[in-house]
T-cell receptor, first 114, second 115 residues
Framework: DTAVSQTPKYLVTQMGNDKSIKCEQN?????MYWYKQDSKKFLKIMFS???????INETVPNRFSPKSPDKAHLNLHINSLELGDSAVYFC?????????????FGSGTRLTVV | GESVGLHLPTLSVQEGDNSIINCAYS??????FIWYKQESGKGPQFIID?????DKRQGQRVTVLLNKTVKHLSLQIAATQPGDSAVYFC??????????????FGKGTHLIIQP
């Protein structure tokens, strides 16, 4: 059983389109995150949710909107996609906000905007 | 803001040798640190963690050392194997009581194991 699963694994789309990435965790964790990894492998946090409540909202364009229908799911919707949005997006979860025991990451969604 | 950084972007070692990957952090408020391994096409995978009340922690073939005086972390991998080839990240959690800032990752070191 995959602990943190995100879909799709690959996403190729044209500029201006709207797309969503889904994430689910079956670990019973309270906190979920979205990270963006750029072409230089740098990982930067975008959002975090704790029990469906938004905790962290880094400086991310408002074209990016996370949604957490329940604490096991955190989806990412992106409007009006731009070339610069091309990256690998990782979903992660942790037991709680403190993050002790580390974060468990999904396998990533490689988004390519053409 | 403050960040976590790595000294060497690429480290090449012979199979069977020991590897040491270094990391400098600048947020003195951080009290929890983690090393992650990321293989090609996969998400970061937890290796080992350490809290600031410790200076050393050992796992299976891995040891993390923490020097709070100079804000330095290192990951030692004993008897490296081909499967150790990956990008290694250190991460800090600048959690401070009222809310979490999320893990801040360093830039990553690419470990290459030579046969």
């Amino acid at each position: 059983d995959t602990a943190v699963s995100q879909t799709p694994k690959y996403l190729v789309t044209q500029m201006g389109n709207d797309k969503s990435i889904k994430c689910e965790q079956n670990l019973g964790h309270d906190t979920m995150y979205w990270y963006k990894q750029d072409s230089k492998k740098f990982l930067k946090i975008m959002f975090s949710y704790n029990n469906k409540e938004l905790i962290i909202n880094e400086t991310v364009p408002n074209r990016f909107s996370p949604k957490s229908p329940d604490k096991a799911h955190l989806n990412l919707h992106i409007n009006s996609l731009e070339l610069g949005d091309s990256a690998v997006y990782f979903c992660a979860s942790s037991q709680d906000l403190r993050g002790l025991g580390g974060y468990t990451f999904g396998s990533g969604t490689r988004l390519t905007v053409v | 803001g403050e960040s976590v950084g790595l000294h060497l972007p690429t480290l090449s070692v012979q199979e069977g040798d020991n590897s040491i990957i270094n990391c400098a952090y600048s947020n003195s408020a951080s009290d929890y640190f983690i090393w992650y391994k990321q293989e090609s096409g996969k998400g970061p995978q937890f290796i080992i963690d350490i809290r600031s009340n410790m200076d050393k922690r050992q796992g299976q073939r891995v040891t993390v050392l923490l020097n709070k005086t100079v804000k330095h972390l290192s990951l030692q991998i004993a008897a490296t194997q081909p499967g150790d080839s990956a990008v290694y990240f250190c991460a800090e959690n600048p959690y401070s009581g009222g809310g979490a800032d999320g893990l801040t990752f360093g830039k990553g070191t690419h470990l290459i194991i030579q046969p």
